[in-house]
């Protein structure tokens, strides 16, 4: 009986453990992400051991941001609908390698370069790509889905 009750416990203690997990947020992340997005509401930060990301909703959308480690912004992502995606990135996509490829999800990315790029998820069978375009229609870069 005393096994079977600090079984009990012990499923308890990890299971209420993990719902409490607090991410130690960089300061430079926090302070940069406030002055860059003061009108973001259901802020959800997490720590994906090579990054922290931070995903929230304000009048753009859902977007999530991603941080270093140490604290700078690499980038963020604005979730869009397809029907967003400007005409000469379509038309550009339709003329490349990837026109018989399903289009999965679509963001606006933001990163600390400068740049803005359209990231598509390209699908076909079990393989899946992210191809980028600036607002011109020109593939800037491709890269594998995680």
Same mark, same amino acid.
């Given at each position: 009986?005393?096994?079977?009750?600090? /079984?009990?416990?012990?499923?308890? /203690?990890?299971?209420?453990?993990?719902?409490?997990?607090?991410?130690?947020?960089?300061?430079?992340?926090?302070?940069?992400?406030?002055?860059?997005?003061?009108?973001?509401?259901?802020?959800?930060?997490?720590?994906?051991?090579?990054?922290?990301?931070?995903?929230?909703?304000?009048?753009? =959308?859902?977007?999530?941001?991603?941080?270093?480690?140490?604290?700078?912004?690499?980038?963020?992502?604005?979730?869009?609908?397809?029907?967003?995606?400007?005409?000469?990135?379509?038309?550009?996509?339709?003329?490349?390698? /990837?026109?018989?490829?399903?289009? =999965?999800?679509?963001?606006?990315?933001?990163?600390?370069?400068?740049?803005?790029?359209?990231?598509?998820?390209?699908?076909?069978?079990?393989?899946?790509?992210?191809?980028?375009?600036?607002?011109?229609?020109?593939?800037?870069?491709?890269?594998?889905?995680?």
């Amino acid at each position: 009986m005393k096994y079977l009750i600090f /079984f009990i416990a012990a499923i308890f /203690f990890v299971a209420t453990s993990a719902d409490a997990q607090v991410i130690n947020v960089p300061k430079k992340s926090q302070n940069h992400f406030g002055k860059k997005y003061p009108n973001a509401k259901e802020v959800n930060w997490a720590n994906n051991v090579t990054d922290y990301q931070v995903k929230f909703k304000d009048e753009n =959308g859902t977007q999530r941001a991603y941080y270093h480690m140490d604290g700078t912004w690499n980038f963020t992502e604005l979730y869009i609908d397809r029907s967003k995606v400007p005409a000469d990135v379509n038309t550009s996509l339709s003329k490349s390698r /990837f026109s018989d490829w399903a289009v =999965g999800s679509c963001a606006l990315v933001e990163n600390n370069k400068g740049q803005k790029l359209y990231r598509l998820e390209m699908k076909k069978g079990i393989e899946k790509k992210f191809v980028f375009y600036d607002k011109n229609g020109k593939e800037i870069k491709t890269a594998a889905t995680t």
